[in-house]
């Protein structure tokens, strides 16, 4: 299912064949071709836990599969599930500590949990970011989405979602490179 006639099949004939005929290779196809974008997104929104993006993911293709005949193909198969994992996500994040995402830095800097002389790799970075900082960067940065695409993805006006991004890469770099910028310094308000 993977090639008609030498060519890759695309998603929308691959989703057709599974809306249609239930066909389970046509499935594991569009499986394998999204599941290790998603799962890297899902992941570095959550922070770096495994079992908990693995548990997403999953969650992120029942929830396709299940509304797969009301897609309406506007964007691509790739962005829509990005969507599902990052509603389920808020979810989460909801779950976890009733408020969603978080805007804020703790009371305890992430710098603080981590030796001043050690660099931090920028997965590491990632994920010590608040659940907002972190999600903004990584649908602007990362994934290459627009202000508004952003605010309308996360329910925040346009200028929010650059102040976060402002803010998050100011968190990132004090995180990589200590001592240039502490994160004891680092002040939300400003």
């Known amino acids: ?5 030498g060519r890759e099949v695309p998603d929308r004939q691959l989703a057709d064949a599974v809306l249609l005929d239930g066909d389970e290779r ?10 290790p974008r998603l799962f890297q997104f899902v992941l570095r929104l959550l922070g770096g836990v495994e079992s ?19 897609f309406r193909w506007e964007s691509s198969l790739s962005t829509w599930l990005g969507g599902i994992g990052l509603n389920l996500c808020r979810d989460l994040w909801r779950r976890r500590n009733g408020r969603g995402l ?6 305890d800097p992430p710098a603080a949990q981590t030796p001043s002389d050690v660099r931090v790799d920028l997965e590491r970075a990632l994920a010590l970011l608040p659940s907002g900082y972190r999600t903004v960067l990584i649908l602007h940065d990362l994934e290459g989405c627009t202000h508004d695409e952003i605010g309308a993805r ?23 490179d200590p001592e240039t910028l502490r994160m004891d310094e680092f002040d939300v308000a400003r």
């Open 26 to 35: 046509a499935f594991r196809e569009l499986y394998r071709r999204h599941t």
């Open 102 to 107: 978080d805007w804020e830095p703790s009371r």
């Open 1 to 5: 299912m993977r090639r008609d006639r």
């Open 154 to 176: 996360l329910g925040i006006a346009a200028g929010t979602s650059k102040s976060q991004l402002s803010h998050a890469r100011r968190a990132v770099r004090a995180l990589l």
């Open 52 to 70: 908990d993006a693995e548990d997403l993911v999953q969650e992120t293709w029942l929830r396709a599969v299940e509304g797969l005949d009301e």
